[in-house]
């Protein structure tokens, strides 16, 4: 199948979902992420999938990983104060090893902020909003074709490692309009691995050999079992002895921290001389590239990092570019998250310095510019 | 627990088809004891998951075991939400009047005056009465029963089972270790509060006949609402078969 269309970010990560075999929807409408249900809601049912529009968006979390359950790539979509409610299902689905994107189509905040200015500000609450140590893998993109791309990514990565993926757009990603070739030749699909239907030894969360990811049958297919938000074993049966709650956290950690190399993608550009680096993710780094050609022009080396994985944070490239660089800025619609983390990996090798703004504007070349000059 | 097993056994389902999901509370953890498809979930959020699995999987015969604080406070939402879609999920809530698992605070079904250890000084709150609740929402189903009433409960919760679209049946049950500690001069004596159930249960057929001072403050069963409306899957269903249609 191949198209050629002119549509907005929201619209193109359906498109990626539906390319990825996503067969379940369920959320609620929230500015500026409305459009992703709403598109959800028009093309599912053509193809015997199914769309919910639930209660609340705690529902809209639930009813999409039961349907992962059931055996469906499901999906759910809001902006910050829906991300925000959903924590805890979000943990639930960490814990249980249940695969599930969830779109986050961020606005400026805190609180009711500002519906449908953009912002980057959710993204230390990708990582830590949950309660408790957990797992996290999160994906920022950056165009309108990279929202149809990556959102298929972020299913196979949640099929893959029976995990929620979390997939942080900004407003101005998910509702500019881009030309984007919807071509399913460009994507791969991965499908959770499931067990055989006569495997009598299969243990729900059990794993063999050197793999940290349980195979995992959906319910109503010949295995039943028990899910649990509770600290389980193997039989997914709840307990709580401390030596299984260290084993089975252990695992969840290791399944993102030991598969690093497959799960962090980023993008450089002209940084094989560049004297500093500006790091930047999202809608942001579309400005920030511009910035480099604006600088270079100026006899100034930048190059551009644009992290594509936000979480797990691509350490070893930053270390890496930190050694041989002068200095780098951060370019966030925030003030200032992954910043901390580029300062915290960086650990003094060279200066690291903000531009940042969290007041609903998108920021320009010319802002990174004169931002860069001031503090570099 | 027993009734609700006894009843799935009486209709000879196929376990595979069979999905029980739960909130938290005591009463959730007793999927954890069935051989079936068993999800134990965030507190009150049952139903929510549950709509998702029946969405996904109509086939499937979906189950929802709560209770009073997880169904009707923290979930009291996504309970009049499923009842208003009418979406095939047979929802018993074991209402014992209390939080039971975490030691004893009042719920939105515990009787005004009594003590709880957030109402150390008597309950100011008035109760609801969940049957009413979940009929008022729209449900197509409701039906109320108590632990006592063995084969009562088990028959109804049969016909719940049976019946296609939302239904909701009220298990009233005790708490000897919390709610009986404090009220009603039981002292934690779980016999003598089967008994109170026994003794203060009174059928829905007989209301009408009897005297108000007989009925107040009385546990009403029986079967409340039974009808037929469309339910939430197959509507949908008919959504995709029209796309079927036009390919």
Redesign the interface.
């Known amino acids: 199948m191949k198209k050629t269309k002119f549509i907005q970010g929201n619209e193109a990560c359906v498109e990626g979902a539906m390319a990825a075999g996503m067969?379940?929807y369920?959320g609620y409408p929230i500015t500026p992420s409305t459009e992703v249900a709403e598109q959800s809601a028009a093309l599912l049912?053509?193809?015997?999938g199914?769309f919910?529009q639930?209660?609340?968006e705690?529902?809209g979390i639930?009813?999409?990983?039961?349907?992962?359950?059931?055996?469906?790539k499901?999906m759910t979509a809001t902006s910050g104060p829906g991300f925000s409610l959903k924590m805890?299902?979000l943990g639930?689905a960490i814990i249980a090893e249940i695969p599930l994107v969830v779109v986050n189509v961020q606005r400026s905040g805190p609180s009711t902020g500002l519906p449908t200015s953009p912002s980057q500000g959710d993204m230390m609450q990708a990582k830590w909003g949950t309660h408790g140590d957990h797992p996290v893998i999160a994906l920022s993109p950056s165009t309108v074709q990279e929202c149809y791309t990556l959102t298929a990514r972020a299913f196979n990565l949640a099929e893959k490692y029976r995990m929620p993926v979390l997939f942080m757009l900004d407003e101005v990603v998910g509702h500019m309009r881009e030309k984007v070739e919807l071509d399913s030749s460009l994507i791969e699909v991965i499908d959770r691995e499931k067990p055989a239907k006569d495997d009598s030894s299969y243990l729900p969360y059990g794993v063999e050999g050197d793999s940290l990811v349980p195979k995992m049958a959906p319910?109503?297919?010949?295995h039943?079992?028990?899910?649990?938000?509770?600290v389980h074993d193997e039989t997914g049966?709840?307990t709580n002895s401390t030596k299984v709650a260290d084993k089975l956290m252990t695992r969840l950690m290791d399944k993102v921290e030991k598969n690093k190399d497959d799960i962090i993608d980023y993008e450089e550009f002209m940084t094989e001389d560049a004297d500093y680096i500006i790091f930047s993710y999202g809608s942001t780094a579309r400005s920030s590239k511009q910035a480099v050609l604006d600088l270079r022009e100026q006899g100034i080396k930048a190059g551009l990092f644009r992290a594509i994985t936000i979480w797990p944070f691509p350490e070893d490239r930053i270390m890496e570019l930190a050694e041989k660089s002068k200095g780098i800025l951060v370019a966030e619609m925030n003030l200032g998250q992954m910043v901390l983390e580029v300062e915290r990996v960086v650990n003094g090798r060279c200066s690291v310095n903000l531009m940042g703004k969290g007041n609903g504007e998108f920021i320009s070349p010319e802002e990174i510019v004169e931002r860069f000059k001031e503090v570099m | 627990m027993n009734s609700i097993v006894q009843a799935i056994e009486s209709k000879g389902y196929d376990?595979?088809?069979v999905?029980v999901?739960s909130g938290i509370g005591c009463s959730s953890r007793a999927?954890?004891y069935m051989?079936?498809?068993?999800?134990?979930?965030?507190h009150g959020?049952a139903l929510?998951?549950?709509?998702?699995?029946?969405?996904?999987?109509p086939?499937?015969k979906v189950i929802v075991i709560s209770g009073d604080g997880d169904a009707t406070a923290i979930g009291g939402?996504?309970l009049i939400?499923s009842a208003r879609r009418n979406i095939d999920i047979t929802t018993i809530v074991f209402n014992n009047n209390i939080y039971g698992m975490t030691g004893g605070q009042f719920s939105p079904a515990t009787p005004k005056g009594d003590y709880a250890t957030t109402s150390p000084y008597g309950n100011i709150d008035t109760p609801f009465d969940i049957a009413k609740l979940a009929e008022g929402a729209g449900a197509s189903f409701v039906a109320r029963s108590t632990a006592s009433h063995f084969t009562q409960l088990t028959k109804v919760i049969g016909e719940a089972l049976d019946h296609e679209g939302f239904s909701m049946v009220e298990a009233v049950c005790t708490c000897p270790t919390s709610y009986g500690r404090k009220n009603k001069g039981f002292k934690g004596n779980p016999v003598a509060m089967l008994k109170y159930l026994k003794e203060n249960s009174v059928p829905v057929e007989a209301v009408a006949k009897l005297p108000k001072e007989k009925v107040e403050g009385k546990i009403i069963t029986g079967k409340f609402v039974k009808e037929e409306r469309p339910e939430y899957t197959k509507e949908?269903q008919k959504?995709?078969d029209k796309?079927?249609e036009e390919v």
């Open positions: 067969m379940f369920g049912p053509r193809v015997g199914k919910i639930m209660e609340d705690i529902a639930a009813a999409a990983i039961g349907g992962s359950i059931a055996g469906l499901s805890e299902n639930y319910f109503g297919e010949g039943r079992y028990h899910i649990t938000g509770l049966f709840p | 376990k595979d088809n999905c999901v999927p954890g051989d079936f498809n068993t999800l134990h979930t965030t959020r929510a998951f549950a709509t998702g699995i029946k969405m996904a999987k086939h499937m939402n996504h939400h949908y959504i995709i796309f079927k």
